[in-house]
């Protein structure tokens, strides 16, 4: 047996005692490769890990930077209040009708907001809109381009507060990440974010490596500060 046929077999496993798709997200995963959608998004194990972590935060509003087709929506807008609000930006407006049409099936659009623009720009907006109505993010969830990775973690500090989680997907980039002499722009784009979490005065983090049905990956996950 080959390395990543056991990484899949013990994903099998722990998704179909841990984590099985119900016929919401199983759905969601359908519709979205029929729309020609990229296969990217994340594993079932990883959306409910997403989701623990929205629960055990206590979070009443999520920032979600990287819709896809909303199968991460799904995970992270279940684990919130009936009076919760989560607000994903997509940059693709294809991308943002199948998720929308998802979120709808799911029950999920009165709590859900997408907005379709470059995330840099809907960034820029929230901050401005909290300027005149401060409501912070209890959690961030990074999973865009990764070239931008610590622009985001840069809005993602002006948006949050103290004790909010800020998580980037992606981050092990096939191992690449510990390359320094790599060129690639989602490489360097990642090894800025995580250099920023790591000496920023504002953020507690560590990074984690993992195997499984989406290959060689991992992510970070850090804590605003006082």
Do not use: C
């Amino acid at each position: 047996m080959s390395e990543a046929q056991l990484w899949d077999d013990v994903d099998d496993y722990f998704i179909g005692q841990l984590a099985p798709d119900d016929e919401v997200l199983a759905a969601a995963l359908r519709d979205s490769e029929a729309a020609g959608l990229p296969q990217i998004a994340v594993s079932a194990t990883a959306g409910k890990l997403l989701h623990l972590l929205a629960q055990i935060q206590g979070a009443s509003r999520i920032l979600e930077i990287g819709t896809l087709g909303g199968y991460s929506t799904i995970w992270l807008a279940r684990a919130l209040p009936a009076d919760g609000r989560l607000v994903t930006l997509e940059y693709s407006p294809k991308h943002a009708e199948v998720a929308t049409r998802n979120l709808a099936r799911a029950g999920l659009d009165k709590i859900v907001e997408v907005r379709v623009g470059p995330a840099l720009e809907s960034l820029a907006e929230l901050v401005d809109e909290t300027a005149e109505n401060p409501a912070p993010f209890d959690l961030v969830f990074i999973d865009a381009d990764k070239v931008n990775n610590p622009h985001y973690v840069e809005w993602a500090l002006k948006l949050t507060r103290p004790g909010s989680l800020i998580i980037v997907d992606n981050v092990v980039r096939g191992g690449r990440v510990a390359d320094p002499a790599s060129t690639a722009p989602d490489v360097q784009g990642t090894r800025t974010a995580i250099e920023l979490i790591g000496s920023h005065a504002r953020l507690s983090g560590t990074a984690i490596q993992t195997v499984g049905k989406k290959g060689y990956d991992g992510f970070a996950l850090a804590r605003v500060l006082a």
